[in-house]
C-alpha cells in the first residue's frame, strides 16, 4: 500500500477511516472519477474492527434491501482479483455455507416464514431443513435442535485483504491514502461541509465521508450531525486447537441466541453479545 506523506490542500472527496467501509467508499469514488483522499488516525489502515471480524458473508437477510446491497458485494467478492485489477490481495473466498440452528417452536416458525420470503426474493438456494435433516448433513448439531436453514453459497474470505485490496486499487486510479492522521472536526460553511480539520492540518472540501467506524457518532457530533451508532461489546473467543472441529464446516449460528462458532485454522472462533452488557461509549476513546 502507498501512502501519501502529507495532506493535500484540497480534495473533490474526504473519506474519514480506513477499515473496509473506508477502503470500499474509495474504491467506489474512484471508479465514478473522483479522486478521494482518505485519511486514517492510526499508522495503517485496516487495524481497528475490519481485522478482528470473523470474516463471514452471507445472503441471508430478512429484507430485500440489505440482502440486494449484499448481493452486489458477493458478485465482487468472487471477482475480485479481476474487478480491483490487482493480484496481490487474493480473498481466499471458501464458500463452506452459513447454518443457522433453532430448539424453539417459536423460531422455527420465523425461520420457515423467512426462507419463504427469500424464496420470494430470489434467493431460492437457501434451504430450510428438519433436526434430522440437519444432523445427517452435520453430525455436530445436537439432538436437541429442531429447525435449520443452511445456504451453501455463503461463506468466508480475509477482511485484510479485502479492505488492502479495495484500497490499493482506488489508489491505482486515483485515490490517497493519508495515514496518522486524525480528522477532529470539520468546517461547516452555510449548513455545508467546506472542509475537515486534521491533525496534519485542514484539507478543504465540499463533500465528507465519515467511515470512522465505532467511532463515527463521536466524529459525526463534530459536524452537528447526531449519528444514532450505539456501540455494543462484542466477545471473540478463539479455540486454537480443537480436533473436532472440522475445517469445512459452515458457519454455525444459534438463531435462538445470536451465538455463532466458525472454525478458523485447527480450531474455532466463537462469537457472541452478552445481552447483559449494556452499550457503551468504544474504549478507545480513553486511549
Ligand atoms: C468480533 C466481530 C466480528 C465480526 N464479524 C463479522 C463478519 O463475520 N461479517 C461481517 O460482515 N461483519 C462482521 N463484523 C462487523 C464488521 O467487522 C464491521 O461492520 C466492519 O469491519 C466495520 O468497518 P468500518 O470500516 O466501518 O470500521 P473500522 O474497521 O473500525 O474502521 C474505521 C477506521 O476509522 C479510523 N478512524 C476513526 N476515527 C477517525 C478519525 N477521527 N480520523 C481518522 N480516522 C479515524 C479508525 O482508526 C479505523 O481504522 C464483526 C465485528 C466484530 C467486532
Given at each position: 500500500m502507498d501512502y501519501r506523506s502529507d495532506l493535500p490542500r484540497t480534495a473533490d472527496l474526504v473519506i474519514v477511516g480506513g477499515g473496509v467501509v473506508g477502503a470500499a467508499t474509495a474504491w467506489h469514488a474512484a471508479r465514478a472519477g473522483y479522486r478521494p483522499v482518505v485519511l486514517e488516525a492510526r499508522p495503517a489502515i485496516c487495524t481497528l474492527t475490519t481485522p478482528v471480524a470473523?470474516?463471514?458473508?452471507?445472503?441471508?437477510?430478512?429484507?430485500?434491501?440489505?440482502?440486494?446491497?449484499?448481493?452486489?458485494?458477493?458478485?465482487l467478492f468472487l471477482n475480485f482479483e479481476e474487478a480491483t485489477r490487482q493480484r496481490t490481495y487474493a480473498l481466499g473466498?471458501?464458500?463452506?455455507?452459513y447454518l443457522w440452528l433453532t430448539t424453539s417452536e417459536e423460531t422455527a416458525a420465523v425461520q420457515h416464514e423467512l426462507v419463504r420470503r427469500l424464496h420470494g426474493w430470489g434467493q431460492t438456494d437457501v434451504e430450510l431443513l428438519t433436526g434430522d435433516e440437519a444432523r445427517a448433513r452435520f453430525p455436530f448439531v445436537g439432538p436437541e435442535v429442531i429447525q435449520a436453514r443452511f445456504r451453501q453459497g455463503d461463506g468466508f474470505l480475509h477482511t485484510k485483504r479485502l479492505t488492502y485490496g479495495l484500497a490499493a486499487s482506488a489508489v491505482a486510479s486515483g485515490a490517497s491514502v493519508v495515514a496518522n492522521c486524525r480528522a477532529t472536526g470539520f468546517v461547516v460553511r452555510s449548513g455545508r461541509v467546506a472542509g475537515v480539520e486534521t491533525t496534519l492540518g485542514t484539507i478543504e472540501t465540499d463533500t465528507a465521508v465519515v467511515a470512522a467506524g465505532p467511532l463515527s457518532g463521536p466524529l459525526a457530533a463534530a459536524a452537528g450531525i447526531e449519528l444514532p451508532v450505539v456501540t455494543v461489546r462484542r466477545h471473540k473467543l478463539w479455540v486454537p486447537d480443537?480436533?473436532?472441529?472440522?475445517?469445512?464446516?459452515?458457519m454455525t449460528i444459534d438463531e435462538d441466541t445470536g451465538a455463532h462458532w466458525r472454525p478458523f485454522g485447527a480450531g474455532a472462533?466463537?462469537?457472541?453479545?452478552?445481552?447483559?452488557?449494556?452499550?457503551?461509549?468504544?474504549?478507545?476513546?480513553?486511549e
Open positions: 470473523a470474516g463471514a458473508f452471507r445472503l441471508q437477510f430478512d429484507n430485500l434491501e440489505e440482502l440486494e446491497l449484499v448481493r452486489e458485494s458477493v458478485e473466498v471458501r464458500q463452506q455455507g480443537a480436533p473436532a472441529i472440522r475445517p469445512d464446516a459452515p472462533w466463537v462469537l457472541f453479545t452478552d445481552p447483559a452488557t449494556p452499550p457503551e461509549p468504544p474504549a478507545i476513546l480513553h
